[in-house]
Nanobody, 127 residues
Framework: QVQLVESGGGLVQAGGSLRLSCAASGRTFISYVMGWFRQAPGKEREFVAAIRWSGNSGTYYADSVKGRFTISRDNAKNTVYLQMNSLKPEDTAVYYC???????????????????WGQGTQVTVSS
């Protein structure tokens, strides 16, 4: 069992930055693919970014955030991060951290491929 707790959301003006954190429990954190998703009101949950056990072994981004967001992880701290720069009003959503079991296909971007989910953190970008 893995528990995920997100933090770092908030209100920011367009063009600003936020860093989300996701703290994970469990000894096997290092083996999970970690991902970030977001869901805006009235919309489906969408993939944002994913990272393999080591950042050097693979990261993947949705086109909408490529070049603005950076996913990283600190396996010693069981934590994954999402650095969000140049934020836009359309980035407003609840952001979720998720963990996929080892062995999933890469890039792991489908919500159904992730086993564990955090409770979400709200990000609001004002224009």
């Amino acid at each position: 069992q893995v528990q995920l707790v997100e933090s770092g959301g908030g209100l920011v003006q367009a063009g600003g930055s936020l860093r989300l954190s996701c703290a994970a429990s469990g000894r096997t954190f290092i083996s999970y693919v970690m991902g970030w998703f977001r869901q805006a009101p009235g919309k489906e949950r969408e993939f944002v970014a994913a990272i393999r056990w080591s950042g050097n072994s693979g990261t993947y981004y949705a086109d909408s955030v490529k070049g603005r967001f950076t996913i990283s992880r600190d396996n010693a701290k069981n934590t994954v991060y999402l650095q969000m720069n140049s934020l836009k009003p359309e980035d407003t959503a609840v952001y979720y951290c998720a963990a996929a079991l080892p062995g999933r296909s890469w890039p792991t971007r489908g919500p159904n491929e992730y086993r564990y989910w955090g409770q979400g953190t709200q990000v609001t970008v004002s224009s």
